[in-house]
């Protein structure tokens, strides 16, 4: 197993930015935990499958096949990087996400995909759950204006009232689900890059690194 760098925190906060940045930085992998749970909801509402369908939901989740070439995901062999950004999308995957047999699938992809590399991986439940023993967590936050407005830069069209609601809703459903829901884990620390810009965020997770994995020596 390699180093991993496990970064969580609700919606907006920086957490896809902040880690593409960090894992260009350490020459790490990047993992983007969220867009997995993502391609699911995608291929079950192409499928026709309701979200309240978690057997049949669990059973895409097994068979789906993930490749996460950096920034980007392909489900089965597809690159659906675009097509699981959509607000519909959004809103399933974290209804999708709050079914625990789903959760134990992609969770044990997850730990796969850590088994050779060093990574940064970010999600909700990275410290708490998929690695419990990582030497740096992070719990990455932002006010919750900030997270609107971050999220408004992505997606124009969406009107900013209407994208606040939204992720009031899913961060209401990710914090307050049954299963590994998302919290900060006791030994992770706490981040709010509200009025940070992505490079200063970077910069203090590199010295925590230093601190927590090399510990002043090079590796
Ligand atoms: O990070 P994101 O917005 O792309 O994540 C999409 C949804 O997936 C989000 O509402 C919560 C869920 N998720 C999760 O439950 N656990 C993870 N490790 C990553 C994402």
Known sequence: MGHIIAIDGPAGAGKSTIARALAARLGYTYIDTGAMYRAIALWAARQNIALDEAHRIEQLARAADFALPPGRILLNGEDVSESIRTPEISGAA????????????????QREMAAQANIVMEGRDIGTVVFPAARVKIFLDADA?????????DQPEVPADALA?????????????????LVQAPDAVYLDS?????DQVVEEILRIVRTRISNGHSE
């Open 145 to 153: 204006s900030e997270r609107v407005r971050r999220r408004s830069a």
């Open 194 to 198: 509200t009025g940070l810009t992505p």
């Open 165 to 181: 609601r939204q992720i009031a809703e899913r961060d209401a459903r990710d914090r307050g689900r049954a299963e590994s829901p």
């Open 94 to 109: 974290s209804k999708v996400a709050a079914i625990g047999a789903v959760r134990a699938a992609l969770v044990e992809k």
